[in-house]
């Protein structure tokens, strides 16, 4: 597993690793097994509330969240079903995942964002 830092590893670096997406520096890119997902349906104040969530196995999503095992996704951002479709069949095949995240403010708590999701082998 490892996690690399924007801040430390430098936002062009970064940019680069990340296909073009855009970088900040606290962004946290990392590769982990997934070890669960969590759906939450409309009585969960969705969309909007960190609606799908990747739980990594033995890693934090990213530096300074209340829980740093999970990193989400909301069903109004773009390419939210394919971020879903990815992450599931990664973790239905067994398969690490190597994900972005960006610090992100919900209600009075800091979570992951995921910016994207990718397979890894």
């Given at each position: 597993?490892?996690?690399?830092r924007?801040?430390?590893?430098?936002?062009v670096a970064?940019?680069?690793?990340?296909?073009g997406?855009?970088?900040?520096?606290?962004d946290?890119?990392v590769?982990?097994?997934?070890?669960?997902?969590?759906?939450?349906?409309?009585l969960?104040?969705?969309?909007?509330?960190?609606?799908?969530r990747?739980?990594?196995?033995?890693?934090?999503?990213?530096?300074?969240a209340?829980?740093?095992?999970?990193?989400?996704?909301n069903?109004?951002?773009?390419?939210?079903?394919?971020v879903?479709?990815?992450?599931?069949?990664?973790?239905a095949?067994?398969?690490?995942?190597?994900?972005?995240?960006?610090?992100?403010?919900?209600?009075d708590g800091?979570?992951?964002?995921i910016?994207?999701?990718?397979?890894?082998?």
């Amino acid at each position: 597993m490892k996690t690399i830092r924007c801040a430390f590893a430098g936002v062009v670096a970064c940019s680069l690793i990340t296909l073009g997406s855009t970088a900040r520096a606290d962004d946290t890119i990392v590769t982990a097994s997934v070890q669960a997902l969590q759906s939450l349906g409309g009585l969960a104040n969705v969309p909007g509330n960190a609606d799908f969530r990747v739980y990594l196995q033995g890693v934090s999503a990213c530096p300074g969240a209340n829980d740093p095992t999970w990193a989400y996704i909301n069903a109004n951002d773009p390419n939210y079903k394919v971020v879903v479709s990815t992450a599931s069949t990664a973790y239905a095949m067994g398969k690490p995942v190597t994900i972005m995240s960006r610090l992100t403010t919900i209600g009075d708590g800091k979570y992951c964002q995921i910016v994207w999701l990718m397979t890894a082998s």
